[in-house]
């Protein structure tokens, strides 16, 4: 079976990219594929954890990642339900699956795998 993927383009912030790209070294993969698993694994949650967005003083930039045409598709769907940017949403995915903080934290969830 054959998976297509394509490149697109995601702002993130860039502790959170410095820190995926370093788990994917010690897990012997790319960040792409850590991308790729927590969308995926968060596109099939019936219910979604509460939204956290990042505070406007945190800086992103633009980054490349390789994603499977589906799960880019169901993602921007599902960016169109939530009503913001799909960077967003990866962005709290990578910071709940690193271990990160988020800046209200009153209610600390986690992404388990």
Request: net charge negative; glycine share 2%; hydrophobic share 40%.
């Amino acid at each position: 079976m054959v998976r297509e993927t394509a490149q697109h383009a995601v702002l993130l912030s860039d502790e959170v990219w410095a820190a995926t790209q370093e788990r994917a070294m010690l897990e012997g993969t790319t960040a792409s594929d850590i991308c790729e698993r927590v969308l995926s694994h968060y596109l099939r949650l019936e219910e979604k954890p509460p939204r956290h967005d990042l505070p406007a003083d945190v800086a992103t930039r633009q980054r490349s990642i390789h994603v499977r045409t589906t799960t880019w598709a169901a993602a921007k769907a599902q960016k169109v339900r939530e009503g913001r940017p799909v960077s967003a949403i990866l962005e709290q995915l990578l910071r709940a699956y690193l271990g990160f903080p988020f800046a209200s934290d009153e209610d600390e969830t986690e992404l388990s795998l």
